[in-house]
């Protein structure tokens, strides 16, 4: 057997060197009713040189790609499949031919071939009537491959179905009309990839790829998807094969990024791993592409455990029954000497063909091709059933036979492609709009600590009828002691303290305790501490606002009840005087305390004690004019009535001898009521302007406790309110310094101590007042408001018309003109001594 294999050896050798003819070219051809074409890498170029002559990339000579020669055997294995099939393409054979692709842009006499109509190319005719080669394509492998090719497949509406080109680019079909592919695009791949990123936590990565198109479109894509994710691309670049590796990922080691995205073909996967062995970086993170991700070379270099865990994205992988039967048929010589022979007399006589070789194809035992990378041998797989299916319906097949009459052109197929929904190997073949297939992916960790390593599926990823992401996280045997690494910028905030950016990505960041009435909330913003509502409270560091209780003066509550029926007495007691007077008016007592002018003031006071009953409730914007503006108005025409009342004392028993005509116009013209309605008409003016510029309205009081909202009346404009108390007050001062200069007058007239009293305990009341409204925020200071009211009003009544009425029911003798008479002629006779 050895001896066998050497002398097989040795003849390719001989044959592949001088003749450029592979002893396995019957591989690369079969004839068929119609013909397939097949790109396939079974050598990949390590290193790019220039080229200063025109030539064609010669592929044999360059490193070998196994897993392209397998991915080969499942093309051929479908095709045999299908021919043998007598419900597919019944009495209808199908052929191939396949071309050894390795490069992007120098393999174009294969594609050329393949778009050929009897050895030439004829771009004027019409596309009803062109008839290439192939009927349709399947491959290259990688993106900026097929994207090279592509457009000249896509111009004759050639199908390109495709195995291995990812790049979301070729998903627009007003550029790529006939690209159909078996695999995910990129998009959906990057979506996998930031899904895997987001279930472990982690927010600081890096992206390597290479300068392809692949890459390109992959790192662009993640750039877009991360976006308002929470997760920093710390580093990324594209390297070419002949980049300093190990300066790149010096680079992410002195970041401290422990998570890598390789997004790569297989050649710079290589590069980038061994590069990580050979500079000693440990326990990192290795997101594979499934460009690499079942690699069966890599887990075997030594050394590759240190470099940390490495979890690959593939998509999900499918037996083939019958394939490993073909693969070892095949192994064992099926097909007889002879006819290789003459299959390669037939070649070498009709032409001298390119990347039709593969020196160690023949090398390869069954064994070693059915173990090799899986990754895209369903991919293949479902290409060839596509165009075999799609072929089936253009040429209205039954089971049993397909007319032969029937003529099938490439562009065909196309539409038929679209409508495709077959099962094959246990999955649907469908596709959607832009032929993209149904999303499938797996998610498998490197087990490199066993030997041999393995492939271990732990995830899953899958779109339809919904997206359903799931990794298992029992089956992941971290490299760090089985803890999940650590590859953020900075460590996560505790609750209720926002990030606070540092640098130019958004997560590095310092971490800040939220103030209160703030909150930080991370699925929304954890950047910002948001406000709470103005209804709502939050004490410092909180991640949630808690609602904050109403509170005011309830009718119900017993301070409440205690004020209100303390204002209905004082109303039935300024009722009661004010009978007591009406009956009485004739009487000295009621004469000297004013007359008609004690009326006046106690229905003043009578409605100004109605003011009270507003201050309790809800406070709506007419409770709030009311409880403020009738007790503002009404008590300063009272007031107004006693400091005339002072005055006009003052003028009959002084002003009348020393200023006579002012005295007798004062009588003449009524004086002291043109005082009392001009200063109330200034004082209801002021009062309406109060009322109306910036009216007072109720409003919640959310800054003087933190759980609770006191509604409260605001006092308006501060202008116009200082213009209304300063009225008030300035009345009250006048009333005072009359009543001090009339404190020698006869004890009858004398009003100087009871208005003093009442005056003073008018001052004292909404000093006090306004003193603890500065010291005490709650809601009983809307109740103090409602006392200071009333204590004011009492002051008039007890120390003004209480001592009067004390005297007409209980000192009748007193109220009598004698006796004022006997008062008024004593005081005379005192100021006449004196």
């Not at 005509?661 to 309406?688: E, M, R, T």
């Not at 008018?762 to 409602?786: C, D, H, Q, R």
Request: hydrophobic share 40%; with cysteine.
């Amino acid at each position: 057997m050895l001896l066998s294999s050497i002398y097989v050896f040795l003849l390719c050798f001989t044959n592949c060197f001088f003749f450029k003819v592979s002893c396995s070219t019957s591989e690369f051809r079969l004839e068929g009713d119609y013909l397939l074409g097949g790109l396939f890498a079974l050598h990949e170029i390590d290193r790019v040189t220039p080229v200063f002559t025109p030539e064609t990339t010669e592929c044999f000579w360059h490193s070998s790609s196994k897993s392209g020669y397998k991915i080969l055997q499942v093309m051929r294995f479908a095709v045999e499949e299908i021919n043998n099939s007598t419900t597919l393409l019944p009495n209808v054979s199908l052929g191939y031919e396949i071309f050894d692709h390795c490069s992007n842009t120098r393999n174009f006499h294969s594609v050329l071939s393949f778009i050929s109509k009897n050895g030439s190319i004829r771009p004027k005719e019409k596309l009803n009537n062109y008839q290439p080669k192939v009927i349709a394509l399947t491959g290259p492998f990688g993106s900026t491959r097929t994207i090279t090719v592509a457009p000249l497949f896509t111009m004759d509406l050639i199908p390109v179905v495709n195995y291995g080109a990812a790049s979301y680019v070729l998903s627009d079909k007003l550029q790529y009309p006939s690209f159909v592919r078996t695999i995910p695009s990129n998009k959906d791949l990057v979506e996998m990839i930031i899904h895997i990123i987001q279930w472990f936590g982690w927010n600081w990565v890096a992206f390597l790829g290479s300068q392809d198109d692949y890459s390109s479109d992959g790192l662009k894509l993640f750039n877009k998807y991360i976006s308002n994710t929470g997760i920093c691309l710390a580093y990324q670049e594209g390297l070419s094969l002949n980049a300093n590796y190990s300066l790149a990922l010096k680079k992410i080691d002195k970041l401290n990024i422990n998570v890598i995205v390789v997004f790569a073909l297989t050649q710079y996967a290589n590069k980038i791993i061994k590069a990580a062995i050979a500079n000693n970086i440990q326990d990192k993170v290795w997101i594979a592409s499934p460009a690499w991700a079942m690699n069966k070379q890599l887990p075997r270099e030594p050394g590759i455990r240190k470099i940390g865990t490495i979890i690959g994205v593939t998509e999900r992988l499918l037996s083939l029954p019958g394939f490993n039967e073909f693969v070892y048929n095949k192994a064992k010589g099926t097909t007889d000497v002879n006819h290789n022979d003459r299959a390669e007399s037939e070649v070498q006589r009709k032409s001298k063909t390119y990347n039709q070789d593969c020196d160690y194809c023949s090398l390869m035992t069954a064994e070693e091709i059915i173990n090799e990378n899986p990754t895209h041998s369903f991919a293949v797989y479902s290409a060839v059933y596509t165009i075999a299916h799609a072929l089936h319906k253009v040429l209205q097949c039954d089971t049993n036979e397909c007319p032969k009459n029937t003529i099938a052109k490439p562009y065909m197929l196309l539409e038929e492609i679209k409508k495709l929904n077959f099962p094959l190997s246990g999955r649907q073949v469908k596709y959607d709009d832009n032929y993209d297939p149904t999303i499938s992916y797996a998610v498998v960790l490197w087990r490199t600590d066993v030997n041999p390593p393995q492939f271990k599926v732990v995830g899953s990823y899958d779109k339809l009828p919904e997206i359903n992401f799931t990794i298992n996280n029992t089956r992941m045997p971290w490299h760090n002691n089985g803890s999940v690494p650590f590859s953020n910028c900075s460590v996560e905030c505790k609750a209720g303290y926002s990030r606070q950016p540092e640098g130019f990505h958004s997560c590095c960041f310092t971490c800040k305790k939220c103030p209160r009435n703030s909150y930080v909330n991370f699925s929304r913003d954890p950047y910002t501490c948001l406000p709470c509502a103005e209804s709502e409270w939050s004490d410092e560091g909180s991640t949630t606002c808690k609602t904050r209780s109403v509170v005011y003066p309830q009718f119900t509550e017993i301070p409440s009840i205690i004020v209100m029926i303390s204002a209905a007495c004082l109303i039935i007691l300024l009722f009661a005087v004010f009978c007591l007077f009406v009956y009485n008016y004739d009487t000295p007592v009621v004469k000297s305390a004013g007359g008609s002018m004690c009326f006046l003031m106690l229905i003043s006071l009578m409605l100004s004690s109605i003011s009270v009953f507003f201050f309790f409730g809800k406070p709506t914007s007419v409770f709030c004019l009311l409880r403020n503006g009738i007790f503002a108005f009404f008590f300063t025409v009272c007031s107004s009535c006693l400091t005339v009342r002072s005055f006009q004392i003052i003028c009959v028993f002084k002003m009348a001898t020393q200023f006579p005509k002012v005295h007798s116009l004062w009588v003449k013209h009524n004086g002291q009521w043109l005082f009392i309605a001009f200063s109330s008409f200034i004082h209801l003016i002021s009062c309406v302007i109060w009322m109306t510029v910036n009216p007072v309205k109720p409003t919640a009081d959310s800054w003087s406790f933190k759980d609770q909202l006191m509604l409260i009346c605001e006092r308006g404009n501060n202008i116009t309110f200082t213009i209304v108390v300063f009225i008030s007050w300035f009345l009250g001062f006048l009333c005072l310094l009359f009543s001090y200069i009339g404190r020698d007058l006869p004890k009858n007239y004398n009003e100087a101590k009871s208005i003093t009293f009442s005056l003073i305990l008018y001052y004292l009341t909404w000093i006090a007042y306004f003193t603890v409204g500065l010291t005490l925020k709650s809601k009983y200071l809307i109740t103090l408001n409602a006392v200071a009211q009333i204590s004011s009003i009492n002051g008039i009544l007890f120390g003004y018309f209480i001592p009067k009425s004390y005297i007409i029911i209980f000192q009748p003798q007193k109220n009598t003109p004698a006796y004022f008479q006997a008062s008024i002629q004593n005081y005379t006779q005192t100021i006449s001594r004196s």
